[in-house]
């Protein structure tokens, strides 16, 4: 009989469980889009492989929190999250990236012209991918920019290479020099 039981959320009453329960009926589209073309990897969705390539659509049947995660090889992108509520159920949504929650990954040994060594590291930081090339510097895409925070006055900016091979930028110290690096990466 609908309307003895509990309601575990909504309004709309559901299929009466065994318990006297009501469960919600609830469906909606969960979509994920990356904002690069040519990128491709596995899409996760609260820890499990869910879609492979460059687009997700699952369909979600409970109320909940879910996690969405792209793995790529030399791309980061910053997890989504989304809290479904009755009030989508029955809708479509699709998750995107905003500029700066994702990015490329430069990780390892790269050197400049006079055969200086740079270790080079990035990672997610919040919802924002961070490189650090002296300091931590955000990355959107394959451009960063960034001021390290001991000196206001020292500042970089450039980008990363497709193929990760290279970084280059201008880098503007406290005296007002400005100097053109390029770093390769080291085999």
Do not use: K
């Not at 065994?18 to 909606?28: H, L, N, R």
């Not at 109320?63 to 159920?89: I, K, M, S, W």
């Not at 001991?150 to 400005?178: K, P, R």
């Amino acid at each position: 009989m609908v309307g003895c039981g509990a309601i575990d959320e909504g309004t709309d009453p559901g299929v009466e469980n065994p318990d006297g329960t009501q469960t919600q009926d609830f469906a909606m589209t969960l979509r994920a889009q990356l904002p690069i073309e040519g990128v491709s990897g596995e899409f996760l969705l609260n820890g499990e492989i869910v879609s492979s390539g460059d687009f997700m659509e699952v369909q979600i049947d409970e109320l909940g929190e879910y996690t969405v995660q792209f793995n790529c090889p030399g791309h980061l992108f910053a997890a989504r999250t989304v809290n479904l509520v009755q009030d989508d159920d029955g809708t479509e949504m699709t998750l995107e990236w905003p500029e700066g929650s994702w990015g490329l990954a430069p990780n390892g040994t790269y050197v400049d012209s006079d055969n200086y060594e740079s270790e080079v590291s990035t990672s997610v930081v919040g919802n924002v991918v961070i490189m650090i090339l002296f300091f931590e510097t955000p990355v959107a895409g394959n451009r960063f920019s960034g001021t390290n925070p001991d000196d206001a006055a020292n500042h970089i900016d450039g980008t990363i290479s497709d193929d990760l091979t290279t970084i280059e930028f201008t880098e503007t110290t406290a005296s007002g020099s400005v100097y053109e690096v390029t770093l390769t990466l080291l085999e």
